[in-house]
């Protein structure tokens, strides 16, 4: 099968491709030309190339209809993620206007399938209640420009479903791995010994492994029918719940829960200087809206019971992050 995907050489994406390859497919990596391709690096084994760059920007209609030619299947994963001081313009131009430019291209060169990385954030806040696919968003407004940008994706996608196109969608909570870009360095700081303070140990995060999501897409485009939400997630902890399970494991301490009204006066502070100067602070008011005010919470059972998918449990993926983590810590 000949497939082609979207933000290629992103965490998701890569992993993604390297499981394509693995199960015989020939692998079309949608780029930029100035993308850091280093996690794509060494996939192609043995002399045979079953792994083809094509070059130009998310939302560049005419490159990506050119490069859909011939293609059995797209799974488009590129998305700017984000949360804090965002460039609103670019995210939009990425999450929306690239949404809807591969939409059409797809259109135009007479792709039959395609798989949609969405997020659970599109069911908006659901105030501690574990919600399935089924879900109506009730939240009014959006927490952030990437909750706005990847609910108006969305539409777009659910639109072009009812007008005849093959799209499934999923829905990652949370995505952990050991090189993950976001919790990543936090686990890796932790696993060091180097983070004595931590802000918000009640927020609840859903919990996926990279393999694992990339494991249910495949399921979900080789079982599922055109309009099909699959939520992937395996369950949710709390920050400290996550902090102290790891550090059970190789022997660190649990990080000091910071007072919520010293976080959220710093935040104000840094919030006003990175407006100013172009800086993203480490904590601004939006990442202390997510952190305190906003509590989604998901349920994967759709997936596990219609695709026959079994996920890590969420204590599974922290175990196995974190002991490599320890193990290279020590070496």
Not at 86 to 97: L, S, Y
Not at 138 to 145: C, G, I, L, N, R
Not at 188 to 203: E, P, S, V
Not at 293 to 321: H, Y
Request: charged content about 20%.
């Amino acid at each position: 099968m000949k497939v082609l995907v979207t933000g290629a050489n992103g965490f998701t994406g890569s992993y993604l491709v390297r499981s394509l390859l693995n199960r015989g497919d020939r692998v079309i990596a949608y780029v930029r030309r100035s993308s850091d391709l280093t996690r794509l690096q060494g996939l192609n084994n043995q002399g045979v190339s079953n792994l083809d760059y094509a070059y130009g920007e998310i939302t560049d209609e005419v490159a990506l209809t050119q490069t859909m030619q011939g293609v059995d299947l797209v799974f488009h994963i590129a998305a700017y993620v984000e949360l804090g001081l965002v460039d609103a313009a670019k995210m939009e131009r990425t999450n929306v206007q690239g949404t809807q430019a591969v939409l059409q291209a797809m259109r135009s060169a007479g792709v039959p399938k395609m798989l949609y990385c969405s997020t659970i954030g599109i069911f908006g806040d659901t105030q501690g209640r574990t919600i399935d696919e089924t879900f109506q968003r009730e939240q009014q407004d959006f927490s952030s420009a990437y909750d706005r940008t990847k609910y108006q994706a969305q539409q777009l996608v659910d639109q072009a479903v009812q007008q005849g196109t093959h799209i499934v969608s999923v829905m990652p909570s949370g995505i952990f791995g050991v090189d993950d870009p976001h919790f990543g360095p936090v686990l890796k700081t932790f696993a060091k010994g180097k983070l004595k303070l931590w802000a918000g140990g009640q927020r609840v995060t859903g919990i996926v492994h990279v393999e694992d999501l990339v494991d249910g897409m495949l399921r979900a485009i080789d079982q599922g029918q055109a309009g099909d939400y699959f939520i992937l997630s395996a369950g949710d902890l709390t920050t400290r719940e996550m902090f102290e399970l790891c550090g059970q494991e190789i022997g660190v301490p649990t990080p000091r829960e910071a007072p919520e009204w010293l976080v959220r006066g710093v935040a104000k502070v840094l919030n006003v200087i990175g407006q100013l100067t172009g800086w993203q602070p480490p904590i601004d008011n939006e990442r202390v809206h997510y952190v305190y005010d906003r509590c989604v919470r998901v349920s994967g059972a759709k997936a596990m019971r219609e695709l026959g998918w079994n996920p890590r449990s969420p204590q599974q993926t922290l175990t196995e992050i974190i002991r490599q983590l320890g193990s290279e810590t020590a070496s």
